[in-house]
């Protein structure tokens, strides 16, 4: 085993452990900063594993992410315009990078991730997630990255589990609701 790939299995940990607590948050910007997380160890996984077009759609995701933050902080809603441009610029930036025809995984989970970061209901946000992991899982086996394939596994889980467990409480709120 030489070093970068050691250092690599560092990274897929962390990313482990942010893709568990991931989806498990209620609030929006709680899941968003996990997977703020999740990204940056993801990407650095990849850069150790030399899977150069994975980290960079990975590191493009937390430009999107800090992008999106700022138009929630002013309380503004992400523009679709610029939904459009971050779309445009995952396709190009796994184009520009692209090796084999697995790299078309990591564009297409960076698409669904475009619009799961712009959602604002939660559950949707998980919907959207577990077809983005479900890509990244193929993906990883794929190249390799194990400690990743760990993560993807743990982050479709904690997804299934967090859907059942807040959409148990929203049905809960609407039969409440039509009973009265």
């Given at each position: 085993?030489?070093t970068?790939?050691?250092?690599?299995?560092?990274?897929?940990?962390?990313?482990?452990?942010?893709?568990?607590?991931?989806?498990?948050?209620?609030?929006?910007?709680?899941?968003?900063?996990?997977?703020?997380?999740?990204?940056?160890?993801?990407?650095?996984?990849?850069?150790f594993?030399?899977?150069?077009s994975?980290?960079?759609?990975?590191?493009?995701?937390?430009?999107?992410?800090?992008?999106?933050?700022?138009?929630?902080r002013?309380?503004?809603?992400?523009?679709?315009?610029?939904?459009?441009?971050?779309?445009?610029?995952?396709v190009?930036?796994?184009?520009?990078?692209?090796?084999?025809?697995?790299?078309?995984?990591?564009?297409?989970?960076?698409?669904i991730?475009?619009?799961?970061?712009?959602?604002?209901?939660?559950?949707?946000?998980?919907?959207?997630?577990?077809?983005?992991?479900?890509?990244?899982?193929?993906?990883?086996?794929?190249?390799?990255?194990?400690?990743?394939?760990?993560?993807?596994?743990?982050?479709?889980?904690?997804?299934?589990?967090?859907?059942?467990?807040?959409?148990?409480?929203?049905?809960?709120?609407?039969?409440?609701?039509?009973?009265?």
């Open positions: 085993m030489d970068n790939y050691i250092i690599a299995q560092f990274f897929g940990g962390l990313s482990i452990a942010s893709s568990i607590c991931s989806m498990q948050f209620k609030k929006r910007r709680t899941i968003l900063i996990a997977l703020f997380c999740l990204n940056f160890f993801a990407a650095l996984n990849m850069v594993l030399g899977s150069l994975a980290a960079y759609i990975s590191f493009f995701a937390i430009f999107e992410m800090l992008v999106n933050y700022l138009f929630e002013k309380k503004k809603d992400v523009p679709r315009w610029l939904v459009g441009i971050y779309i445009i610029c995952n190009a930036l796994g184009l520009i990078t692209f090796e084999k025809p697995i790299d078309v995984l990591p564009i297409l989970a960076a698409i991730f475009c619009f799961t970061i712009s959602m604002k209901n939660e559950q949707n946000i998980r919907k959207l997630m577990f077809l983005n992991q479900c890509l990244w899982l193929v993906f990883d086996v794929a190249v390799g990255a194990y400690l990743l394939v760990g993560s993807n596994l743990f982050t479709l889980i904690s997804t299934a589990i967090a859907y059942y467990r807040y959409g148990k409480k929203t049905r809960k709120r609407v039969q409440k609701k039509t009973k009265k």
